[in-house]
């Protein structure tokens, strides 16, 4: 592929490894021994993204990730609270599950950004992510803000993924065709399939997605399909 630059996702790409934060969620709430049912935390789940979208203040744009994981995490414990009888965490099992969310995603950040390091040295690299507003903040104290050339963030200019207009602003940025740039995603439809309507060339972080919304239609399929995002050095350099 002639490539001339990079638009990176980043929660469930490079913070997870190509999962669903909502897998994420279930895998520890299970290590911490907090029994819900399946369907009952995927609710709990949605609750709590759509508790955050509507209510912008909830999330300040110095939030570090942790801050961000003790709001969702608070939200979908007064969800489970509320519909699954006898459920009961207190503020300490709150915060022992927000430690091992965050030390989680440091991990895979960590792995990311060494890739990260790699790419950046030959493409311009550009997040393009549906956030809170406070990206900027998270990757900073991350440790991997230094890697992007700029950050479109979804709560700063308006527009959600899958709405490829969001991914035409990180074309624009670059200033070179639709076609020598590179998308990479763990989401099929919001990344994939998004950026594929813009000509883009696409590579699938393939993990373990949220459900119906990660399987491919009408043959339509990835240009390249990973499993480990540093397959990413492989296949460019």
């Given at each position: 592929?002639?490539?001339?630059?990079?638009?990176?996702?980043?929660?469930?790409?490079?913070?997870?490894?190509?999962?669903?934060?909502?897998?994420?969620?279930?895998?520890?709430?299970?290590?911490?021994?907090?029994?819900?049912?399946?369907?009952?935390?995927?609710?709990?789940?949605?609750?709590?993204?759509?508790?955050?979208?509507?209510?912008?203040?909830?999330?300040k744009?110095?939030?570090?990730?942790r801050?961000v994981?003790?709001?969702?995490?608070?939200?979908?414990?007064?969800?489970?609270?509320?519909?699954?009888?006898?459920?009961?965490?207190?503020?300490?099992?709150?915060?022992?599950?927000?430690?091992?969310?965050?030390?989680?995603?440091?991990?895979?950040?960590?792995?990311?950004a060494?890739?990260?390091?790699?790419?950046?040295?030959?493409?311009?690299?550009?997040?393009?992510?549906?956030?809170?507003?406070?990206?900027?903040?998270v990757?900073?104290?991350?440790?991997?803000?230094?890697?992007?050339?700029?950050v479109?963030?979804?709560?700063?200019?308006?527009?959600?993924?899958?709405?490829p207009?969001?991914?035409?602003?990180?074309?624009?940025?670059?200033?070179?065709?639709a076609?020598?740039?590179?998308?990479?995603?763990?989401?099929?439809?919001?990344?994939?399939?998004s950026?594929?309507?813009?000509?883009?060339?696409?590579?699938?972080?393939?993990?373990?997605?949220?459900?119906?919304?990660?399987?491919?239609?009408?043959?339509?399929?990835?240009?390249?399909?990973?499993?480990?995002?540093?397959?990413?050095?492989?296949i460019?350099?």
């Amino acid at each position: 592929m002639n490539i001339k630059g990079i638009l990176l996702d980043y929660g469930g790409t490079l913070d997870t490894g190509g999962n669903h934060w909502y897998r994420v969620f279930a895998e520890q709430y299970a290590s911490a021994g907090i029994a819900v049912d399946e369907e009952l935390l995927r609710a709990a789940y949605v609750h709590a993204e759509r508790q955050l979208e509507q209510h912008s203040e909830l999330i300040k744009p110095n939030y570090t990730f942790r801050d961000v994981l003790q709001q969702k995490i608070a939200l979908q414990f007064d969800y489970l609270q509320q519909c699954q009888q006898g459920f009961q965490a207190g503020k300490e099992v709150q915060e022992e599950l927000t430690t091992a969310c965050d030390d989680f995603a440091r991990q895979k950040v960590q792995e990311s950004a060494e890739v990260l390091a790699v790419l950046s040295e030959k493409y311009p690299l550009v997040l393009v992510s549906n956030f809170y507003g406070n990206i900027q903040s998270v990757i900073k104290e991350y440790g991997i803000d230094c890697y992007f050339q700029t950050v479109i963030e979804s709560a700063k200019v308006g527009v959600r993924k899958p709405d490829p207009a969001i991914f035409r602003l990180g074309i624009e940025y670059l200033a070179v065709p639709a076609q020598e740039i590179l998308v990479v995603g763990d989401s099929f439809k919001n990344d994939i399939a998004s950026a594929q309507t813009l000509t883009c060339k696409t590579v699938w972080l393939k993990g373990k997605g949220w459900d119906t919304e990660e399987k491919q239609t009408d043959g339509q399929t990835a240009d390249i399909i990973i499993s480990n995002i540093e397959e990413l050095i492989k296949i460019l350099l």
